[in-house]
């Protein structure tokens, strides 16, 4: 028994060998950090188009519809408003649908866009962490070994 290895010390001086790379955490934070400030920022912009948008939509509604509201002096001249009033609600809807569509088609583009952005820097730093965990955890193996 005197002979027996002790493996628990050789696993501790073997793990106590391996580098931690507290750098390429660190990178990897950053690099998620932005990615996360830059679709915060896209959907901020498209949130405020979108509540522009809608009060304006509101605003010119309220507007048409206060001409509605106004005495007339012919029964006839009411349906001419109702029918006016529908009329143009569905040509503004038909508007802001399509302006709605287009912060849609703008958010979707850019989250696309940033999100191959960060894969492609993703990849890189993880590239390069690999090739530096690999690099050192040969060195500190090859130390282990030696003793």
Do not use: C, H, R
Request: negative net charge; proline residues 1%.
């Amino acid at each position: 028994m005197a002979n027996t290895q002790d493996f628990t010390s050789v696993m501790k001086d073997m793990m106590g060998s391996f580098p931690v790379d507290t750098k390429a955490m660190e990178e990897a934070f950053k690099t998620q950090a932005t990615l996360n400030e830059k679709l915060s920022s896209v959907a901020l912009n498209a949130a405020s188009k979108s509540a522009e948008l809608s009060s304006k939509w509101t605003k010119d509604t309220i507007a048409k519809l206060s001409e509605v509201s106004k005495a007339k002096a012919e029964p006839a001249d009411y349906a001419k408003a109702a029918t006016d009033f529908a009329s143009a609600s569905a040509e503004v809807a038909a508007e802001n649908m399509a302006a709605f569509a287009e912060i849609a088609k703008k958010v979707q583009t850019d989250t696309v866009e940033l999100l191959m952005a960060a894969g492609k820097d993703i990849t890189e730093d993880a590239t390069a962490a690999v090739k530096k965990a690999t690099n050192d955890v040969t060195s500190a193996a090859k130390k282990a070994a030696a003793k």
